[in-house]
């Protein structure tokens, strides 16, 4: 499968076929955040379960239409039963809280690590960068 590389998604290469690791920096469009769907939904439909990291240092915030887009949707939908451990990097601080809480109720291990833990987040999911 190619890496994804788009204007504020680039994908990170690992050395396992079921970890998938992002770098999500400035504004993201809908149409990233429609390719990005598109890309995870294919991951979903070839692996049972698969592990994820995004390094959001440089996010800025994405198209608000984009949570209405059905790829996008169907994406998330299937990430609570296919993402067995999910790692963010550098999220901002309500983002960092919205996860641990949500890894309270949600069947995916969830965790937030500070930009300078990222090597951390690489050893959560299982991998270690390329």
């Known amino acids: 499968m190619k890496l994804l590389n788009l204007p504020s998604v680039r994908q990170i290469p690992t050395s396992s076929d079921t970890v998938y690791a992002f770098e999500v920096s400035g504004h993201v469009s809908d149409d990233d955040a429609e390719a ?3 890309y995870m939904n294919d991951a979903f439909d070839r692996h049972e379960k698969v592990n994820m990291l995004m390094k959001l240092d440089g996010y800025t915030g994405s198209d608000m239409d984009a949570i209405f887009d059905g790829e996008v949707i169907e994406s998330r939908w299937r990430s609570l039963f296919n ?9 901002p601080d309500g983002a960092s809280k919205m996860i641990a809480f949500m890894d309270k109720i949600l069947p995916v291990d969830a ?3 500070a930009s300078h833990e990222e090597a951390m987040a690489w050893e959560f999911v299982g991998e270690k960068t390329l």
Do not use: I, M, N, P
């Open 111 to 113: 965790k937030s690590f």
């Open 83 to 91: 993402v067995e451990k999910y790692a963010v990097v550098g999220a």
């Open 36 to 38: 990005l769907a598109e």
